[in-house]
């Protein structure tokens, strides 16, 4: 009897997926509030040794202090406002100390003193104000961006490691600055019919990639379990598109489904075709011989979309993913990531076990930021899929 499992989510969203440099900038949205005041009083503190240190090595006869302005400027960027006030009173108490070195605090010359005294406190108290501004700002930053990943959670449904007799790995990543979500999508579930895989793409990104994302996966995640074809899943998702999504914008999909062992059945909606990773390492793209439309498009041609039939062994993988992983361009030279070249090496044996594959897919995806140096230009979504069941290899007659 067919029983519907509770997808259960593997990976955590926010500290998994996102790059370094991208947790780095969620750090300072937040206005640092995991790192101690100590270290983010230092820069202040260092540019207040090196304005000492020079005015001391320059001697009595050069009057450094009014440099010590930059302090309250630094501070503004990492201090909140009473912070900022503390270290900058030990800034205003430096500027006496070198004014008094400097010999300006005597009656000819206290004008000088005077003018360093004024600005650095109108100074301080402007960089105050500016802490408190930042500190607002970075608070309706939190917010926003915690809506937005609870909206991705929801979403998405990130499958657990195995689902039916498939296994899987995935890492997905938004290259929305101002939200954590993004235009890609996929779902994974077991049905009635064999167990389906949607991949997409949506066009654009933020909020409105993702309004058109949650209708086309809420139309798969019905169509799925009632249609017995995959051809008339898509059908489905085609016309809630065409009802509720804006015109002109459409999604490019790929659907898998795989009903019987050793056998995996193909439906091309213009995305980017999968890369299968065979058992001895050889890789192939899967290129469909007539690809259709993207979803929101159907309309504008005649005839309906064929899937295609391919061997799918037990020690194969399969990894599917999004525009975001193919058009990342390296870091300097410009050049596309080389996702057929760099899968089978990375991805050769991953077949094994769940933990493999997981390895697997991290592998991938570190390499992928090592091409593009660190940071990615769009949303990617890496899904590496490979056989649980003990069913057969190829089918008869297909190479190996």
């Known amino acids: 009897m067919f029983r519907n499992r509770r997808a259960r989510s593997t990976v955590d969203l926010t500290a998994a997926v996102l790059p370094p440099a991208r947790r780095r900038s969620a750090l300072l949205a937040v206005d640092l509030l995991d790192i101690p005041w100590y270290k983010r009083a230092a820069p202040a503190l260092v540019a207040m040794a090196l304005v000492a240190l020079a005015d001391f090595l320059s001697g009595k006869d050069r ?33 006496f100390g070198l004014s008094h070195y400097d010999q300006v605090d005597n009656v000819n010359d206290e004008r000088f003193l005077f003018g360093a005294m004024v600005s650095y406190l109108v100074l301080t108290l402007f960089s105050a104000w500016v802490a408190r501004i ?24 990130l499958p657990g490691p195995t689902v039916g007799p498939l296994r899987l790995a995935v890492r997905y ?115 469909h011989p007539d690809p259709w439309v993207p979803l929101g498009l159907g309309r504008l041609v005649p005839g309906e979309p064929d899937s295609w039939d391919l061997p799918f062994g037990r020690d194969d993988v399969l990894v599917l993913c999004t525009d975001g992983v193919v058009e990342a361009r390296r870091d300097g030279s410009g050049d596309f990531y080389p996702l057929a070249e760099r899968a089978g090496p990375l991805v050769h044996g991953a077949a094994r076990s769940p933990a493999e594959l997981e390895a697997a897919v991290g592998r ?29 290899g190829p089918l008869a007659g297909e190479p190996a």
């Open 134 to 157: 930042r500190m607002r700002r970075a608070a309706a930053y939190a917010a926003v961006s915690s809506v937005a990943e609870a909206a991705q959670r929801a979403l998405l449904r």
């Open 173 to 287: 990543a938004s290259a929305a600055d101002d939200a954590r979500i993004g235009g890609d999508l996929y779902s994974v579930l077991e049905t009635p019919h064999g167990t389906r895989v949607l991949v997409g793409d949506v066009r654009g990104k933020g909020l409105g990639a993702v309004q058109t994302a949650a209708v086309v996966l809420g139309a798969f995640r019905e169509a799925a379990y009632d249609e017995s074809r995959l051809r008339g899943v898509a059908a489905r998702i085609e016309a809630s598109v065409e009802r509720h999504v804006p015109d002109g914008e459409f999604t490019t999909a790929l659907f898998a489904e795989f009903r019987r062992p050793g056998a995996v059945e193909l439906l091309h909606f213009g995305h980017v075709p999968p890369v299968q990773v065979l058992a001895d390492g050889t890789v192939r793209v899967l290129e």
């Open 63 to 95: 009057y450094l202090a009014p440099l010590m302005t930059v302090v309250p400027s630094i501070a503004a960027l990492t201090l909140r406002p009473r912070e900022l006030l503390l270290v900058c009173s030990l800034g205003l108490l430096t500027v």
């Open 364 to 392: 991938l995806y570190a390499d992928l930021l090592a091409h593009t140096g660190g940071v990615l230009g769009d949303d990617a979504l890496l899904l590496l899929i490979s056989r649980a069941d003990p069913g057969p």
